[in-house]
């Protein structure tokens, strides 16, 4: 009996300290539509039938929770078709991959391509090796990207992903694989979209898992020449169905241009879009709504719901050429995820101070800091700010556990924290009440 006892015991002591507690379920309007988002939608690729159905869900959704005006804003894009896709080490050892395919990647010959893996540490090292040298070869690209609360690792080491193949191609590559650009150190490959420029030749690209990066920079060291077989068949597509979808909550003054405040409805297709950018639309949706409390304020908020973000930021442009000759007095966007914000930016005119020092003083008690560089608002405003010079307000938030998930299979619910989810929705509501109750002109710095 009391080996039975004590095995109970070990066994529940083992349990405690090797499965996670899963994050607890939240409520309210941003956890109610992040998780019916994910649920009810899922994966939202752009271009694809989930995409659309999104948009639908997300017109009675917004609808019901009392915005006006809203309505879907179509345009087509050349999206990208995920079909299958595997890799296999077979030379001088065997070993299974795991492999996605990033965005543009064009399919593989069929049957799949065998040739000899070239390694480079890094993309400059490969920008480095002579042209011509990587022809009937298969370009591998290392990046080890490090975690940062302000995610500044993203910029260059994502600059493989997004660079890498076009550069292997130039070197005559058939194909290039790269380390996933993510912080975390398990199986799941990180997609994302990669880019060919006008002239240059689409190839096969892919990123594997950290730790099958990992393997073969081990092999690469010793020497033995490396041989893959890789299958990717996923591929562009023109013309496919995208769009944004706009919704209003009017201010007491139509006159005054509205505070308009982005994220995107796609997602890419491994997880379910829930940090990325499912989070982001739960968070501006409930701050436009919880600013209207205790009255309404002088100008219109506007909501936008992107489309097509992943693959090129084509939400972002079609709603600033659509709405280019409306004019706008702010804009910020929610696109990083739902952990805590912890630090506020700012581009605004010199006469606009007051506003801004408004907002410091406001998330003062919150513990948030200012950041001395100056606000650019994200890609699904950021045409609109340009053409328009808008002032923009950038909310940061915690992002060092976000590129663990960024892209990935692991991009559902379950990771997000309901009570930073609350937190960031209370300081963006602060934020918009004082934005939207500013009766003077606000624009750029």
Known sequence: MKNLVRATALSALLLSTTVPAAMPEGSGVAWDVVADLTTEIGPRLAGSPREAAARDWAVTRLTALGFKNVHIEPFTITGFVRGAETAELTAPYPHQLHITALGNSVPTPKGGLRAEVVYFPSLDALKAAPDGSLKGKVA???NQMQRAQDGAGYGPYGNARRQGPAVASAKG????VIRSAGTDNNRDPHTGGTNF????RAIPAGAVSSPDASLIARIARSGKPIMINLVLEGHPQANLPSGNVVADLPGRDPSLPPILVGCHLDSWDLGTGAIDDGAGCAIVTAAALRAQQGGQPLRTIRVLWAGSEEIGGFGGEAYAKAHASDPHGAAMESDFGADRVWRVGFNMAEANKPLRDAITAALAPWGIVVNPNKANGGTDVEPIIAAQKLAVVDMDQDGTRYFDLHHTPD?????IDPAQLEQNVSVWAIVLRILAGEAGP????
């Open 140 to 142: 591998f690209i290392d």
């Open 173 to 176: 590559a058939l194909a290039a």
């Open 197 to 200: 420029p006008a002239g240059s």
């Open 411 to 415: 991009d559902t619910l379950d990771k």
């Open 442 to 445: 606000i624009s750029g710095g």
